[in-house]
């Protein structure tokens, strides 16, 4: 261990951010590094004995200063008291070859990351840089925090890296063509409102490429065949230079492999060979057979170089074509208590159904973004089209006390679809103040959408009653339907008010704002429906059913907000921040509703008070950690709609009925939510720890409920009422730590989840309170010997409990749980090989109290080759012990429901692998001096500058 304190040599005060750093001295490998705190003070621990080590401390403006030294058993801490740097007054014109590269640095606000300081594979990636980079955390769920904060945003020469998603620039990118990494935390100017505090602040990530390697380009190509028929085959190529990002992916597969657009098919294809969410596998939790065809394409272009990602002036677009095709087979169990006033009983039904469905999808999205440091303007277009065609049967028999035939239903379906979708948002945003909100200060935010539809399809059910008195329904029965759907809403907020009416009085620091939110949205609905005749074999119009109708819906949100933020400091000692805002608005809502039904034509108004309230409280503690509370109240109203008003009733459905009524009130809710996260936040901390807490609880009055009769044959008809109140409650709790030793990694994450609901119904006339509880409890853990090894394990706890209480205070509790164990391994021996395998056990304890057991078992064996490793073979097996099934559980209110679905089961699977890559070109004599300044000391950061965020500290953010 060697420690000490970092001063200047002529004033005597300590150095902070001062970068002290310890190498071999063999072959000037890194050990270990930290930087000063704000005392100066040092401690670097984890160094070898019996090894002649170099110790450097430099800091801009200052001298370097070195020694070697050596420890042993008997001296294992090596203290250098104080540490004088001289100012560096000279200006050095020669060439200087520093072979002591500092890793990490204070640039100002800018936390500056050297990747020449690392000795890494010729093959690295950007991420397997920071995994060796003290005080960066990549988090198994790909989350990146830096000293204890997430960021939330990672850039490349300022700007976005084909998308949003980290991965494509941390897994593709290689180490060698990165000048520098820095990490800021400035001001979110895309927020609406802003409070000016750490509720604004955004952690960016900007990796500045190398002079020489602002071009080049790196894809993936793959193709596998498989046993059982089964095969997969992928196409990614993404090029770059400073202006422009064009990026091409396809996909062929009928393995799961789930590709829902352009960002995830190219996420799913990055170069670095392990990749902690499994991007682009198998999914085994996809119900059914399924193929995938897809084709996608992105587009990128800045009308400037700038890489300041507070400055940004482009435009981007993709297109996305997709066909999948799917064989689904669903086994479901239904148990549900029946507190009948003569004899309670248990109503038990099980439905087997069989869906084929194929679908063809097309989109394309373009979007416009000019941002200059506090003034924001965005403009979105989206389009898509969709052709889906369905075929389903299905056969239900019910059963009253498990043993008394109930009643059987027999149905089949085939549908064709066809819709197109039109959308239109942005938002423009002017938030610059400094002192306080100035008079200019406002935003606005709007969106049009269109869709329209048209679906033909025809039903055949038959359903017999086996108790009372056997009978049979049966229908044939013929739908078409055209929909139309057109939205707009506009947002404003205003937030210069106490400027325009008070001038320079600061009205006790109080700011105020004006808001309005407005929403149009009009439906109309054309349905002809038709019913087989069986004696003239024509079908015939349906009268009861065929109807035009179209509703149209206005809401109108206007308020006045009143808030303040106090705040008290001690530079780099503490910040902390008190919040307060109150929100007085009302909600205005009319409703029109025209139909050729007569019944069905009404127009109502309704204004409704709708309060907010907040407090948040933070406080950041330099070096140390940061600590958040935040209370808010917020109230909303719903207003019936009219299929619950006047629903159209469709008797093709015998086990479930719903009956309107047009004497429902709107429902009104108050909804309270306490939130609090503690976070670590100290310099180059090899340990890192985050919490959080959220609970929830709502209260609404006039909710929508129920009285439903369930018939002996297992059939339900439903009438809506309001009831008194529905309460509502849900609680968090996830927690985090990451510890290294050495080039050792562990991490553990708990995520605990309550959510239940307490209301209550009428069944066959008598009051049913009842009690939905959902408890979710998942612990991981994993562990990563660095280029090595890695495993994580997982075990999950999934409870759906619903609990009845009937007239007499009886409880009947209908419940079911979930256990899931998951283990990933990863192994890396020898070299260029990979071994990977995962399992996942599942034990479901359905809704009939028997136990449903299934373990999935996958791996893989990958070998890499060809001078940048830019080859791959791999061997993969899927469910080896060909267990695959799905399971899904849901409870509410007096039933609970068990769900079993078909899923891909085993194969075997050889795939081929080339990655195509370049960046950059061939090194000039222009470059030389890049090069330079890559092995040494970072010149000054080109980003402006602001808070002293990554240290802890509090100040200015960044503009």
């Given at each position: 261990?060697v420690?000490?304190i970092?001063e200047?040599s002529?004033?005597s005060?300590?150095l902070?951010s001062?970068?002290?750093t310890v190498?071999k001295k063999?072959?000037?490998?890194l050990?270990?590094?930290?930087?000063?705190?704000?005392?100066?003070e040092?401690?670097?621990?984890?160094?070898?004995l019996?090894?002649l080590?170099l110790v450097?401390?430099?800091y801009?403006g200052y001298?370097?200063?070195?020694r070697e030294l050596r420890?042993?058993?008997l001296?294992?801490?090596?203290?250098?008291k104080?540490?004088?740097l001289?100012?560096?007054?000279?200006?050095?014109?020669?060439?200087?070859?520093?072979?002591a590269?500092?890793?990490?640095?204070?640039?100002?606000?800018?936390l500056e990351?050297?990747?020449?300081?690392f000795?890494?594979d010729?093959?690295?990636?950007?991420?397997?840089m920071?995994?060796?980079v003290?005080?960066?955390?990549?988090w198994?769920?790909?989350t990146?925090?830096?000293n204890?904060k997430?960021?939330?945003n990672?850039?490349v020469d300022g700007k976005?890296?084909?998308?949003?998603?980290?991965e494509?620039a941390t897994q593709?990118?290689p180490k060698?063509?990165?000048?520098?990494?820095q990490?800021?935390k400035e001001?979110?100017?895309s927020k609406?409102?802003l409070?000016?505090?750490d509720?604004?602040s955004?952690v960016?990530m900007?990796?500045?490429?190398r002079?020489d390697k602002k071009?080049?380009?790196?894809?993936k190509?793959t193709a596998?065949i498989?046993?059982d028929n089964?095969?997969?085959?992928?196409?990614s190529?993404?090029?770059y230079d400073?202006?422009n990002?064009?990026?091409?992916a396809g996909n062929?597969?009928n393995?799961?492999?789930?590709?829902?657009?352009?960002?995830e098919a190219?996420?799913?294809n990055?170069?670095r060979?392990?990749?902690?969410?499994?991007?682009?596998t198998?999914n085994a939790n996809?119900?059914?057979l399924?193929t995938?065809n897809?084709?996608g394409?992105?587009a990128?272009?800045?009308f400037?170089?700038?890489?300041?990602?507070?400055?940004?002036?482009?435009?981007?677009?993709?297109?996305?074509?997709?066909e999948?095709?799917?064989?689904?087979?669903n086994n479901s169990t239904?148990?549900?208590?029946?507190?009948?006033p003569?004899?309670?009983?248990?109503?038990t039904?099980?439905?087997n159904?069989h869906?084929?469905?194929n679908?063809?999808?097309?989109s394309?999205?373009t979007?416009?973004?000019?941002r200059k440091r506090a003034?924001?303007?965005?403009?979105?277009?989206?389009y898509?089209?969709?052709?889906?065609?369905t075929?389903?049967?299905?056969?239900?028999?019910?059963?009253?006390?498990d043993t008394?035939?109930?009643?059987n239903?027999l149905n089949?379906?085939?549908?064709?679809?066809?819709s197109?979708?039109m959308?239109f948002?942005?938002?423009?945003n002017?938030?610059?103040?400094?002192?306080g909100?100035?008079?200019?200060s406002f935003?606005?935010?709007y969106?049009?959408a269109?869709s329209?539809?048209?679906s033909d399809s025809k039903?055949?059910t038959?359903?017999?009653?086996?108790?009372?008195?056997i009978y049979?329904?049966?229908y044939d029965?013929?739908y078409h339907n055209?929909?139309s759907?057109?939205?707009?809403n506009i947002g404003?907020?205003?937030?210069g008010?106490?400027s325009?009416?008070f001038?320079s009085?600061?009205f006790?620091n109080?700011?105020?704002?004006?808001?309005?939110?407005?929403?149009?949205n009009?439906?109309?609905?054309?349905?002809?429906?038709?019913?087989r005749d069986?004696?003239t074999?024509t079908?015939k119009?349906?009268d009861t059913?065929?109807?035009n109708?179209s509703v149209?819906n206005?809401?109108?949100r206007?308020?006045i907000?009143?808030?303040?933020?106090?705040?008290?400091?001690?530079?780099?000692r503490y910040?902390?921040?008190?919040?307060a805002?109150v929100d007085l608005q009302?909600?205005i809502?009319f409703?029109?509703?025209?139909?050729?039904?007569?019944?069905?034509n009404?127009e109502?108004?309704?204004?409704?008070?709708?309060?907010a309230?907040?407090?948040?409280?933070?406080y950041n503690?330099?070096?140390?950690?940061?600590?958040?509370?935040?209370?808010?109240?917020n109230?909303?109203?719903t207003?019936?709609?009219?299929?619950q008003l006047?629903?159209?009733?469709d008797n093709?459905?015998?086990?479930n009925?719903?009956?309107?009524n047009p004497y429902?009130?709107?429902a009104?809710g108050?909804?309270?939510n306490?939130?609090?996260?503690?976070?670590?936040?100290?310099?180059?901390?090899k340990?890192?720890?985050?919490?959080g807490l959220?609970?929830?609880?709502t209260?609404?009055?006039n909710s929508i409920?129920?009285?439903?009769?369930?018939?002996?044959?297992?059939?339900r008809?439903s009438?809506?009422?309001?009831?008194d109140?529905?309460q509502?409650?849900?609680a968090s709790?996830?927690?985090?730590a990451?510890f290294?030793?050495?080039?050792n990694m562990?991490?553990?994450?708990y995520?605990g989840?309550y959510?239940?609901?307490a209301a209550?119904?009428?069944l066959?006339?008598?009051?049913?309170?009842f009690?939905n509880?959902?408890?979710?409890?998942s612990?991981?853990?994993?562990?990563?010997a660095?280029?090595?090894?890695n495993i994580t394990?997982?075990?999950?706890?999934?409870?759906?409990n619903?609990?009845?209480?009937?007239?007499?205070?009886q409880?009947?509790?209908l419940?079911s749980?979930?256990?899931?164990t998951?283990a990933?391994?990863n192994?890396t021996?020898p070299?260029?090989f990979?071994l990977?395998?995962?399992?996942n056990?599942l034990n479901n304890?359905?809704?009939?109290?028997?136990s449903?057991?299934?373990?999935?078992w996958n791996a893989s064996?990958?070998y890499?080759?060809l001078k940048?490793?830019t080859?791959e073979v791999k061997?993969s097996?899927f469910?080896?012990?060909?267990?695959?099934?799905?399971?899904?559980?849901?409870?509410?209110?007096?039933?609970?429901?068990?769900?079993?679905?078909?899923?891909?089961?085993q194969?075997?699977m050889?795939?081929l692998?080339?990655?195509?890559?370049?960046f950059g070109g061939k090194a000039k004599g222009?470059?030389?001096?890049?090069g330079?300044?890559?092995?040494?000391s970072?010149g000054?950061?080109?980003?402006?500058?602001?808070?002293r965020?990554?240290?802890?500290?509090?100040?200015r953010?960044r503009?």
């Open positions: 261990m420690k000490g970092v200047d002529l004033h005060f300590a902070q001062a970068t002290v190498y063999s072959d000037s490998a050990l270990n590094y930290q930087i000063s705190n704000n005392q100066g040092f401690n670097i621990g984890d160094l070898p019996n090894t080590l450097s401390v430099s801009t001298l370097d200063f070195s420890l042993d058993s001296k294992s801490l090596y203290d250098f104080k540490i004088s001289l100012r560096d007054t000279a200006k050095r014109l020669d060439e200087v070859v520093v072979k590269v500092v890793p990490v640095k204070m640039n100002g606000d800018t990351i050297n990747p020449g300081a000795k890494l010729s093959s690295a990636v950007v991420e397997d920071l995994l060796r003290p005080g960066v955390t990549m198994s769920d790909g990146i925090t830096v204890g997430k960021v939330n990672v850039y976005a890296f084909f998308g949003n998603s980290p494509m593709n990118l060698n063509a990165i000048e520098k990494i990490v800021y001001k979110d100017y609406q409102d409070t000016n505090t509720l604004d955004t960016t900007n990796i500045k490429l002079p071009k080049g380009y790196f894809g190509v596998g498989g046993t089964r095969y997969e085959g992928d196409l190529l993404q090029l400073k202006k990002k064009i990026g091409i062929l597969n393995t799961n492999k789930t590709v829902q657009n352009v960002q190219m996420q799913n990055t170069y060979s392990y990749n902690r969410r499994n991007f682009g198998p996809q119900n059914g399924n995938v897809y084709f394409a992105y990128q272009h800045s400037n170089e700038t890489t300041n990602s507070r400055f940004d002036n482009s435009l981007n677009g993709d297109y996305n074509l997709r999948t095709k799917g064989n689904v087979t239904t148990v549900q208590k029946v507190p009948d003569v004899s309670p009983f248990t109503l039904t099980y439905n159904q869906n084929l469905s679908t063809l999808y097309q394309v999205n979007g416009y973004n000019n003034t924001s303007f965005s403009l979105n277009a989206s898509n089209w969709t052709n889906s065609n075929a389903s049967t299905g056969a239900t028999h019910a059963f009253r006390n008394l035939a109930a009643s239903g089949s379906t085939v549908a064709q679809s066809r197109n979708n959308n948002n942005g938002y423009f002017n938030n610059d103040y400094d002192e909100i100035n008079k200019k935003s606005t935010n969106s049009v269109y329209n539809s048209q039903r055949i038959e359903f017999e009653s086996l108790v009372d008195s049979t329904d049966k029965r013929k055209e929909n759907n057109f939205t707009t404003l907020n205003y937030n008010l106490r325009l009416l001038g009085y600061n006790w109080i700011n105020i704002g004006l808001r309005n939110n407005f929403k149009y009009k439906s109309d609905l054309n349905a002809n429906v038709a019913d069986t004696l074999n079908y119009l349906n059913l065929t109807n109708n149209v206005i809401e109108n206007p308020g907000s009143f808030f303040k933020t106090v705040t008290r400091f001690l530079s780099d910040y902390k921040s008190l919040t805002r009302d909600q809502v409703q029109k509703n025209t139909s050729t039904l007569s019944y069905r009404i109502r108004n309704y204004s409704f008070f709708t309060p309230a907040s407090l948040y409280y933070s503690r330099f070096n140390k950690y940061n600590f958040s509370l935040g209370l808010n109240r109230s909303s109203a207003a019936p709609t009219i299929d006047y629903p159209i009733i093709i459905n015998k086990y009925t719903v009956i309107g429902l009130k709107s009104f108050n909804t309270y306490l939130n609090s996260n503690y976070n670590t936040q100290k310099f180059n901390e340990n890192t720890y985050t919490a959220n609970l929830g609880y209260n609404v009055k409920s129920d009285s439903s009769f369930l018939n002996k044959n297992g059939g008809k009438y809506l009422i309001n009831i109140n529905r509502s409650y849900s709790l996830n927690g985090s990451s290294r030793v050495k080039k562990f991490q553990v994450r995520n989840g959510n239940a609901t209550y119904q009428y066959n006339t008598k009051k049913a309170p009690k509880e959902n408890i979710n409890n612990l991981n853990l994993f562990y990563s660095l280029e090595v090894f394990i997982g075990q999950s706890l999934s409870n759906n619903t609990v009845q209480t009937d007239t007499l205070g409880k009947s509790q419940k749980k979930t256990y899931s998951r990933n391994f192994l021996v070299k260029n990979m990977s395998s995962n399992i056990y304890i359905s809704a009939t109290n028997q449903v057991k299934a373990t999935i064996v990958t890499r080759f940048m490793k080859a061997f097996v469910d080896i012990l060909h267990q695959n099934k799905n399971i899904d559980n849901f409870a509410n209110n007096n039933m609970v429901r068990t769900t079993i679905s078909n899923g891909l089961q194969f075997y050889l795939s692998t080339y990655y195509p890559r370049k222009g470059n030389k001096r890049a330079n300044q890559q092995q040494g970072m000054p950061s080109s980003a402006p500058k602001g808070m965020g990554m240290g802890g500290g509090q100040g953010f503009r």
